[in-house]
């Protein structure tokens, strides 16, 4: 019963480089959401898919791109890794428009990212 | 626009001691609310949830009453456990235009729990 799946779980990269977080979820759900997570700021939307194919920004998309080729899988990019975007990364994901909004999203245990 | 409020942690209560966290919420239409936990080292999962005016969720002894008339909807739970100390999420869910769904997250609220 894995429900979201996130690796790496840890990372440490240099400034410059890039990487891909990998999410993958076994629930066959519609949406997924990438979300980063900082002292005092609580969750903030990064990007997010509503479907095999497709991606949109959320608040906070600057510095990172998306790809959701699989429908259980969701892909978040960093192009050029910044000392700011050391955080610790969640994705999730949430059935579709089915259940309207009552549906919760399932979260995955998180990717702890320092960027040097 | 739309938006979540909570009360600012940290919260240090003794075992058994009761609990409220406060939430408050401002929205255009009918939103659903939730409340999320994030336990030490691990992701946010969903503690309980209310879908209209009225509606009281509950799960582990924890409770929430969906208010509308005061827009709130604030957690609370009898005699809190050692295992309660985690960190809480108010979240909101309302219908927008153009089929965006996501989920409107308050800052968290720091709770310890000493024995």
């Known amino acids: 019963n894995a429900g979201v799946t996130q690796t790496p779980k840890f990372r440490v990269l240099k400034t410059g480089q890039s990487m891909t977080l990998l999410c993958a979820q076994d629930?066959?759900?519609?949406?997924m959401y990438w979300y980063r997570q900082d002292p005092g700021m609580g969750l903030r939307l990064i990007h997010y898919s509503v479907g095999e194919g497709t991606t949109a920004k959320g608040e906070v998309p600057d510095g990172y791109n998306v790809s959701r080729l699989k429908k259980q899988n969701f892909l978040l990019g960093l192009e050029s890794a910044a000392p700011s975007q050391t955080s610790v990364y969640f994705c999730?994901?949430?059935?579709?428009?089915?259940?309207?909004?009552?549906?919760?999203?399932?979260f995955g245990d998180g990717t702890r990212l320092s960027i040097l | 626009g739309d938006s979540v409020t909570q009360m600012e942690g940290p919260v240090t209560l003794s075992e058994e001691a009761f609990l409220t966290i406060n939430c408050t919420y401002t929205?255009?239409?009918?939103?659903?609310l939730f409340w999320y936990v994030q336990y030490p080292g691990e992701g946010l999962q969903l503690l309980l949830k209310a879908t209209k005016a009225d509606d009281k969720g509950s799960n582990k002894g924890f409770e929430a009453t969906y208010r509308k008339e005061t827009t709130s909807f604030h957690l609370e739970k009898g005699s809190v456990q050692v295992s309660d100390s985690a960190v809480y999420f108010c979240a909101l869910s309302v219908n927008n235009a153009g089929n965006n769904r996501k989920l409107i997250w308050g800052l968290g609220t720091s709770l310890a729990v000493n024995p």
């Open positions: 629930m066959n759900h519609e949406y």
């Open positions: 929205a255009t239409g009918y939103p659903s």
């Open positions: 999730a994901s949430r059935q579709g428009t089915g259940g309207g909004n009552n549906q919760p999203q399932h």
